[in-house]
């Protein structure tokens, strides 16, 4: 019986340093994610923090001020859910409207050193947001902005823009030649139709090639054989610097799909 207690004991003695380590843990990552108002983050008299998946943003408050706390124009609030319900008011209302509608959450503290947490979530994201009330020095607003959100916009832009661009400058409509046949398999990728201005040649695909897998592009040498041929991508165009009588574009394994193109001239010396 003494032998069982004491092993019951050592047992114990072992669980509480795990228990303490896995609390640190805890307290470490929070630590780590938390973010802090900055002098460089405030625009005006709201905080405004770069929105990071995971983190804490911290709000500090006042007993008889509200925090006024924005989120994106366009963003919907979909559940609130606070830790202390009882010492803490959040109210919800919305400003401007259509496009530019913004949700907001009012909060306020009924007193001083008071600690709590808010959670919301949206239909975008989900913020995790840590409170604590002081008497004095209370944060006005805060909001956030989207750096993911923002690299999307930009590459959209360019990719925008680089789908206006010309495919190359200088080029005269009348100029150009069309006399070109495309045949073949029937994929996707299948280009609609290619030209040239005597000195290159031009691809035009659907504007689905930007986001699929693209064929290479084969010349076809005056003994049949396949020459690999240096071309550039310009938004949904293959250009090439040269002419040629007949090219082949090939993607897949076993099940290969290939799409030739041949110049007219050479259409007519195969006929003779």
């Known amino acids: 019986m003494i032998r069982a207690v004491i092993l019951s004991a050592s047992?114990?003695?072992?669980?509480?340093?795990?228990?303490?380590?896995?609390?640190?843990?805890?307290?470490?990552?929070?630590?780590?994610?938390?973010?802090?108002?900055?002098?460089?983050?405030?625009?005006?008299?709201?905080?405004?923090?770069?929105?990071?998946?995971?983190?804490?943003?911290?709000?500090?408050?006042?007993?008889?001020?509200?925090?006024?706390?924005?989120?994106?124009p366009g963003e919907t609030v979909i559940s609130v859910a606070a830790g202390d319900t009882v010492r803490w008011t959040v109210g919800?209302?919305?400003?401007?409207?259509?496009?530019?509608?913004?949700?907001?959450?009012f909060v306020k503290p009924f007193s001083a050193?008071?600690?709590?947490?808010?959670?919301?979530?949206?239909?975008?994201?989900?913020?995790?947001?840590?409170?604590?009330?002081?008497?004095s020095g209370a944060m006005a607003?805060?909001?956030?902005t989207y750096p993911q959100d923002e690299l999307i916009a930009l590459r959209r832009q360019q990719d925008a823009a680089a789908a206006a661009a010309p495919v190359a400058s200088g080029l005269?409509?009348?100029?150009?030649?069309f006399n070109y046949a495309i045949s073949g398999d029937k994929p996707a990728w299948r280009p609609l139709r290619a030209f040239d201005d005597g000195r290159q040649t031009f691809i035009e695909f659907s504007p689905s090639l930007a986001v699929g897998e693209a064929p290479p592009l084969f010349v076809i040498g005056e003994e049949g054989e396949t020459q690999l041929v240096n071309y550039r991508v310009a938004g949904r165009y293959y250009v090439v610097?040269?002419?040629?009588?007949?090219?082949?574009?090939?993607?897949?394994?076993?099940?290969?799909?290939?799409?030739?193109?041949e110049a007219a001239q050479t259409r007519r010396r195969k006929g003779k």
């Open 11 to 72: 047992c114990f003695a072992l669980a509480i340093p795990a228990a303490a380590q896995t609390v640190a843990r805890v307290d470490a990552a929070n630590r780590a994610a938390l973010r802090e108002p900055s002098s460089a983050g405030f625009l005006g008299t709201v905080q405004v923090y770069p929105y990071n998946d995971g983190a804490l943003y911290r709000l500090y408050a006042a007993p008889g001020r509200i925090t006024d706390i924005a989120f994106q």
């Open 92 to 105: 919800d209302t919305t400003s401007g409207s259509g496009t530019s509608q913004r949700a907001h959450l």
């Open 113 to 135: 050193g008071l600690r709590s947490n808010l959670v919301v979530t949206t239909d975008r994201r989900v913020y995790h947001i840590e409170l604590e009330s002081r008497s």
């Open 141 to 144: 607003a805060l909001s956030w």
């Open 172 to 177: 005269a409509v009348d100029g150009l030649n």
């Open 241 to 261: 610097d040269r002419l040629f009588g007949a090219a082949e574009l090939r993607l897949g394994g076993k099940k290969q799909k290939v799409v030739r193109i």
